[in-house]
């Protein structure tokens, strides 16, 4: 349903609302939609036009009525509120005079003087500090509020309590531990190190704040997701990207993140799409930082509350606003994260409809190295029959000009492909799809009860998780980087396994440019019929799938289980463990080696927290160069575009610990991803040139330095 708004009528409609701005209801009118708004607060379409009928009002009359009683209803109940707070505050305070009055004629018991008090130069002295930290916080926190209120404010509460609280508290688990699949469960990536509730207290004044900013940001919002033309223009892609002049004549504001003139550049993107969830689920996930980042666990690297500052209405997470931090990443060693310190606003606009809204909201504490800004960013939820839900996703962002953006993706990142909408919007509607497979019973005859298929599934999603906190670029998490980038782009890190075998383990991950379609390069990395082909630790030996769980709608989205054909006896027993998924920003091939035993403890439902995974695989997307395309590197198979392809592998190094890494292990590693990707472009019929200098697969680079062969 599109929501109407007042400020974009034209100039005769002005005239005309202004004309009809001293109507007044009669009594009956009033009385009528008094009774109905006792028994209801936000009546639907077709109780709005009963009541339109009955009174002989417009639609949009009562529409606003309702609107304008129950902001009036909120009002009376902050204004009693304050009330209450006041009568209290005044308790207090002469509690506290009649104290201190108390205290000077105390005697001392021990020796019988006068308690000696002191002297009241050193307490005016205190209170000026005190007062000029305090106008300095104000400075601060009013440039903040005055960017989304459009005017400078005069008088604002003091700064959030003062906590040494540091990024790196988002810590992860680290790579090997446990993701629960289910919604509404408490275990995840962080579940090991993060507190289960928030631990950043903060007072009445901060919240109202808050409150004033995450209000004004969620109108925002609604008129960016309910605005077409001319906020929004259409890409030859069909996206849809933001227009900066329509923007800034739509939302003035006094200045640019506080005044100051940053050399930075927006990305703005916004999209749509069906998704297999009911509203109410999806509203409780996306208010939960925990849900939130298993339900985008390619796309929030770190996900933690920092406090709650309103829980919301009758439990349902209505007006509910909570202070969060998130790591976005892509999945690549090439691109950096970008970190947030938000505000999370949650609102139910009417019934069946939500919207929830981040916007920034700068610490110095937490945020004093980013380069990112959250400008009002969300989702508009429309619940639809038969379970489904519509969302309308709007990432808008200002990055610093600053922070490094390799040539490879360049065009990705600033066309809003990377960290835009399309990715939001794609992967959830594969990941509520997987949710929902997860819940159907088991139809294999391999993995005959639906214990073993949600075992093999959890097994699955630990080791995906895995993979992407090996080949990102994550600040939190326990890997130590080794070897940074080489002449061939590939980063080294390691971290200690956390299971049996204990030991180091090595991880090495490269990005590299394809001309080839990356329909096509998922179907090749996945067919088990050509894996043959890449897979150097199969030394050509063929495969076979064994056992496959269909975790959505397309069919390149399953868990299978893999055996190879390997003439080593010591191999009979080892299987492999792969899941692969495609949407429309990417796809994903993932595998790990798995021992017979192991794997038959799974297949019969018992916990496989334990069972030690070495994931490797393949991140493909596309490279985003639609319009760029180089006659000369013709891609392959159609769609545009080239692939992005991020491989990553992991090796056992060492049984102990304790042990160091050497040489040897470090080049085994850079043998392995160099084999493997030199298998992939002979295979493809690719340049070599391509191959051997990822860090030149920029298109011109290609042509002007090295030539095409």
Same mark, same amino acid.
């Given at each position: 349903?599109?929501?109407?708004?007042?400020?974009?009528?034209?100039? %005769?409609?002005?005239?005309?609302?202004?004309?009809?701005?001293?109507?007044?209801?009669?009594?009956?009118?009033?009385?009528?939609?008094?009774?109905?708004?006792?028994?209801?607060?936000?009546?639907?379409?077709?109780?709005?036009?009963?009541?339109?009928?009955?009174?002989?009002?417009?639609?949009?009359?009562?529409?606003?009525?309702?609107?304008?009683?129950? %902001?009036?209803?909120?009002?009376?109940?902050?204004?009693?509120?304050? @009330?209450?707070?006041?009568?209290?505050?005044?308790?207090?305070?002469?509690?506290?005079?009649?104290?201190?009055?108390?205290?000077?004629?105390?005697?001392?018991?021990?020796?019988?003087?006068?308690?000696?008090?002191?002297?009241?130069?050193?307490?005016?002295?205190?209170?000026?500090?005190?007062?000029?930290?305090?106008?300095?916080?104000?400075?601060?926190?009013?440039?903040?509020?005055?960017?989304?209120?459009?005017?400078?404010?005069?008088?604002?509460?003091?700064?959030?309590?003062?906590?040494?609280?540091?990024?790196?508290?988002?810590?992860?688990?680290?790579?090997?531990?446990?993701?629960?699949?289910?919604?509404?469960?408490?275990?995840?990536?962080?579940?090991?190190?993060?507190?289960?509730?928030?631990?950043?207290?903060?007072?009445?004044?901060?919240?109202?704040?808050?409150?004033?900013?995450?209000?004004?940001?969620?109108?925002?919002?609604?008129?960016?997701?309910?605005?077409?033309?001319?906020?929004?223009?259409?890409?030859?892609?069909?996206?849809?990207?933001?227009?900066?002049?329509?923007?800034?004549?739509?939302?003035?504001?006094?200045?640019?993140?506080?005044?100051?003139?940053?050399?930075?550049?927006?990305?703005?993107?916004?999209?749509?799409?069906?998704?297999?969830?009911?509203?109410?689920?999806?509203?409780?996930?996306?208010?939960?930082?925990?849900?939130?980042?298993?339900?985008?666990?390619?796309?929030?690297?770190?996900?933690?509350?920092?406090?709650?500052?309103?829980?919301?209405?009758?439990?349902?997470?209505?007006?509910?606003?909570?202070?969060?931090?998130?790591?976005?990443?892509?999945?690549?060693?090439?691109?950096? %994260?970008?970190?947030?310190?938000?505000?999370?606003?949650?609102?139910?606009?009417?019934?069946?409809?939500?919207?929830?809204?981040?916007?920034?909201?700068?610490?110095?504490?937490?945020?004093?190295?980013?380069?990112?800004?959250?400008?009002?960013?969300?989702?508009?939820?429309?619940?639809?029959?038969?379970?489904?839900?519509?969302?309308?996703?709007?990432?808008?962002?200002?990055?610093?000009?600053?922070?490094?953006?390799?040539?490879?993706?360049?065009?990705?990142?600033?066309?809003?492909?990377?960290?835009?909408?399309?990715?939001?919007?794609?992967?959830?509607?594969?990941?509520?799809?997987?949710?929902?497979?997860?819940?159907?019973?088991?139809?294999?005859?391999?993995?005959?009860?639906?214990?073993?298929?949600?075992?093999?599934?959890?097994?699955?999603?630990?080791?995906?998780?895995?993979?992407?906190?090996?080949?990102?670029?994550?600040?939190?998490?326990?890997?130590?980087?080794?070897?940074?980038?080489?002449?061939?782009?590939?980063?080294?890190?390691?971290?200690?396994?956390?299971?049996?075998?204990?030991?180091?383990?090595? @991880?090495?991950?490269?990005?590299?440019?394809?001309?080839?379609?990356?329909?096509?390069?998922?179907?090749?990395?996945?067919?088990?019929?050509?894996?043959?082909?890449?897979?150097?630790?199969?030394?050509?030996?063929?495969?076979?799938?064994?056992?496959?769980?269909?975790?959505?709608?397309?069919?390149?989205? @399953?868990?299978?289980?893999?055996?190879?054909?390997?003439?080593?006896?010591?191999?009979?027993?080892?299987?492999?463990?792969?899941?692969?998924?495609?949407?429309?920003?990417?796809?994903?091939?993932?595998?790990?080696?798995?021992?017979?035993?192991?794997?038959?403890?799974?297949?019969?439902?018992?916990?496989?927290?334990?069972?030690?995974?070495?994931?490797?695989?393949?991140?493909?997307?596309?490279?985003?160069?639609?319009?760029?395309?180089?006659?000369?590197?013709?891609?392959?198979?159609?769609?545009?575009?080239?692939?992005?392809? %991020?491989?990553?592998?992991?090796?056992?190094?060492?049984?102990?610990?304790?042990?160091?890494?050497?040489?040897?292990?470090?080049?085994?590693?850079?043998?392995?991803?160099?084999?493997?990707?030199?298998?992939?472009?002979?295979?493809?019929?690719?340049?070599?040139?391509?191959?051997?200098?990822?860090?030149?697969?920029?298109?011109?680079?290609?042509?002007?330095?090295?030539?095409?062969?």
């Amino acid at each position: 349903m599109k929501m109407e708004f007042l400020g974009d009528s034209s100039e %005769t409609d002005k005239k005309t609302m202004k004309k009809k701005r001293f109507h007044r209801h009669t009594p009956h009118q009033i009385q009528r939609l008094e009774s109905a708004f006792s028994e209801c607060q936000h009546p639907d379409e077709k109780q709005r036009m009963q009541l339109s009928r009955e009174l002989g009002l417009a639609p949009r009359q009562i529409k606003f009525w309702f609107q304008n009683r129950r %902001t009036q209803k909120k009002a009376q109940h902050e204004r009693a509120d304050n @009330c209450a707070l006041k009568e209290e505050n005044d308790r207090i305070r002469c509690e506290n005079i009649a104290i201190r009055e108390a205290l000077k004629h105390t005697i001392c018991p021990t020796c019988g003087d006068a308690s000696v008090h002191e002297d009241s130069y050193f307490d005016e002295e205190k209170l000026r500090i005190e007062n000029a930290q305090l106008r300095e916080e104000l400075e601060r926190v009013s440039s903040i509020a005055a960017k989304f209120m459009g005017r400078p404010l005069s008088h604002l509460p003091p700064l959030l309590n003062q906590m040494n609280i540091s990024p790196l508290e988002l810590l992860h688990g680290g790579p090997s531990l446990d993701f629960d699949l289910l919604p509404g469960s408490c275990s995840s990536l962080a579940a090991t190190t993060l507190p289960s509730q928030p631990n950043l207290v903060l007072s009445d004044m901060d919240k109202s704040l808050m409150t004033n900013i995450a209000v004004t940001a969620m109108e925002e919002l609604l008129r960016l997701t309910q605005t077409n033309d001319p906020l929004w223009i259409k890409t030859d892609g069909a996206r849809d990207v933001l227009n900066l002049e329509s923007y800034q004549n739509m939302f003035p504001r006094s200045s640019s993140r506080g005044g100051k003139n940053h050399n930075v550049r927006v990305e703005a993107t916004r999209s749509s799409g069906i998704i297999f969830t009911n509203v109410m689920t999806l509203v409780d996930m996306l208010m939960d930082s925990v849900k939130s980042a298993e339900l985008f666990p390619s796309i929030i690297a770190a996900s933690k509350t920092l406090a709650v500052v309103s829980s919301g209405l009758r439990g349902n997470h209505g007006d509910a606003l909570h202070l969060m931090l998130e790591e976005l990443q892509v999945l690549s060693p090439l691109v950096p %994260t970008r970190e947030f310190s938000v505000l999370r606003y949650c609102q139910q606009i009417e019934h069946g409809t939500w919207a929830v809204v981040n916007v920034s909201y700068e610490f110095s504490q937490f945020m004093s190295h980013s380069r990112s800004y959250r400008f009002p960013s969300g989702c508009f939820i429309q619940d639809m029959t038969n379970g489904y839900s519509k969302v309308t996703w709007v990432e808008h962002v200002e990055i610093s000009e600053q922070e490094p953006v390799h040539e490879m993706f360049k065009d990705s990142v600033r066309d809003g492909l990377a960290f835009g909408a399309e990715r939001w919007i794609a992967t959830l509607q594969r990941m509520c799809e997987r949710f929902t497979a997860l819940m159907e019973p088991a139809t294999s005859s391999v993995i005959p009860s639906s214990e073993g298929k949600r075992s093999i599934m959890k097994l699955a999603q630990r080791m995906v998780s895995n993979f992407y906190l090996s080949v990102g670029t994550s600040n939190n998490t326990r890997s130590t980087v080794v070897s940074g980038m080489n002449e061939f782009g590939i980063r080294v890190t390691s971290y200690k396994s956390q299971h049996e075998p204990n030991g180091m383990v090595l @991880c090495a991950a490269t990005s590299f440019w394809l001309p080839v379609s990356p329909h096509i390069v998922f179907n090749f990395l996945k067919d088990e019929r050509t894996r043959p082909q890449w897979d150097v630790l199969l030394n050509g030996s063929s495969v076979q799938e064994v056992a496959h769980i269909a975790n959505g709608s397309h069919p390149g989205n @399953c868990i299978s289980v893999l055996r190879g054909f390997n003439a080593s006896s010591s191999s009979q027993n080892m299987l492999i463990l792969q899941e692969s998924c495609v949407d429309s920003s990417g796809s994903l091939v993932v595998y790990t080696p798995v021992d017979l035993p192991a794997l038959n403890m799974a297949m019969s439902g018992q916990d496989t927290s334990y069972i030690p995974i070495l994931p490797s695989g393949f991140a493909v997307s596309p490279d985003g160069s639609r319009n760029n395309q180089i006659p000369e590197l013709k891609v392959e198979g159609g769609g545009g575009g080239g692939s992005l392809i %991020t491989v990553g592998f992991q090796i056992m190094v060492s049984s102990l610990q304790s042990g160091k890494l050497n040489m040897e292990s470090m080049e085994t590693v850079n043998n392995l991803i160099s084999s493997t990707v030199h298998h992939i472009k002979t295979t493809l019929n690719c340049p070599s040139n391509c191959l051997k200098t990822p860090l030149k697969a920029h298109f011109p680079h290609l042509i002007s330095e090295k030539g095409l062969q």
